[in-house]
């Protein structure tokens, strides 16, 4: 099984200011990877597929980037609502055996 | 949009069925897949159907206790779930694998079940 670990398990950032989030595979994943942001009480929502791409609706100051086992999601200048829970995902095996990474709290500062 | 329903309190050993229903898309086009959040957790895939329900694909924890089956023309999917264990306990969503690619691109609410006696 590929481990994600992310890290740090909390970050605390004020608004306005860039956030770094970490991911890094067990094993390399290519560029299969994915970021998600979750929100209390909510499903998770899709940002980033293929390590850089942003999904439909995303704004742009949310960015991936990495590949191997080495990834990071950058949000550019922090507002309030992006502050939430992220996890990366890997999809690189077949037969599938997608893993998630514990995530990261995005706390306000 | 997906929405799921079914869940609930069950007991240890028991069983509960899942239900997954799917509009808005040509739900024949895509696998789906079950991914679950126990409580203050991270997420969890369990498993996914592919669009035909000719393939199918398990996380080794719900092996031979978890069954996923599709109803196509019902745009419906379920989630078969026996010898049901406390660390069962989750949130279980289910969501749509992206076409032709395999991270999740929509996702629904989620439905509760909780395993205890």
Redesign the interface.
């Known amino acids: 099984e590929i481990v994600m670990t992310q890290s740090p398990a909390t970050l605390c950032v004020s608004p306005g200011e860039r956030a770094t989030l970490s991911c890094r595979a067990s094993q390399s994943v290519n560029s299969d990877l994915a970021w998600y942001q979750q929100k209390p009480g909510q499903a998770p929502r899709l940002l980033i597929y293929g390590a850089s791409s942003r999904a439909t609706g995303i704004p742009a100051r949310f960015s991936g980037s990495g590949s191997g086992t080495e990834f990071t999601l950058t949000i550019s200048s922090l507002q309030s609502e992006d502050f939430a829970l992220y996890y990366c995902q890997q999809y690189n095996k077949w037969p599938p055996r997608y893993t998630f990474g514990q995530g990261t709290k995005l706390e306000i500062k | 949009q997906l929405e799921e329903s079914g869940g609930g309190l069950v007991q240890p050993g028991g069983s509960l069925r899942l239900s997954c229903a799917a509009s808005g898309f040509t739900f024949t086009n895509y696998w789906i897949?079950w991914v679950r959040q126990a409580p203050g957790k991270?997420?969890?895939?369990v498993g996914?159907i592919k669009y035909d329900g000719s393939e199918k694909?398990y996380?080794e924890s719900v092996k031979g206790r978890f069954t996923i089956s599709r109803d196509n023309p019902k745009n419906s999917l379920y989630l078969q779930m026996s010898s049901l264990r406390g660390d069962d306990t989750a949130v279980y969503?289910c969501a749509r694998d992206?076409y032709r690619?395999?991270?999740?691109?929509l996702?629904?609410?989620?439905t509760l079940v909780t395993v205890s006696s």
């Open positions: 897949s991270g997420l969890e895939w996914n694909y996380v969503y992206a690619a395999r991270y999740f691109d996702w629904g609410r989620g």
